[in-house]
Nanobody, 119 residues
Framework: EVQLVESGGGLVQPGGSLRLSCGTS????????MYWVRQAPGKGLEWVST????????KYEDSVKGRFTISREAANNAVYLHMNSLKPDDTAVYYC????????????WGKGTLVTISS
């Protein structure tokens, strides 16, 4: 079955850095766009970043642009989110998700990893 497993979350001070990882299995990784989506406490899902199947195109939500970097490694079927200059508003559960082949949105999600930015 398709599996996406996030890791790397934790407690970080404002201004700190963190790298999230998403290991995948059960599908042809190189054929799919991948996404990072987050959910802050008491709020809805918020798209964070996207990377295309080849890894040469990336997109970011405005609030993280310039601070976060998404990347992928075909050799290990993994996608990453490097986060710098972290802010309290970045506190959220971060989910890795697979893009749909046809149309918009995502069809498979990981269980998420919690990132807490504490003063």
């Amino acid at each position: 079955e398709v599996q996406l497993v996030e890791s790397g979350g934790g407690l970080v001070q404002p201004g700190g850095s963190l790298r999230l990882s998403c290991g995948t299995s059960g599908f042809m990784f190189s054929s799919y766009w991948m996404y990072w989506v987050r959910q802050a406490p008491g709020k809805g899902l918020e798209w964070v970043s996207t990377i295309n199947s080849d890894g040469d195109t990336t997109k970011y939500e405005d609030s993280v642009k310039g601070r976060f970097t998404i990347s992928r490694e075909a050799a290990n079927n993994a996608v990453y989110l490097h986060m710098n200059s972290l802010k309290p508003d970045d506190t959220a559960v971060y989910y890795c998700a697979r893009g749909r082949v046809l149309g918009y949105g995502m069809d498979y999600w990981g269980k998420g990893t919690l990132v807490t930015i504490s003063s």
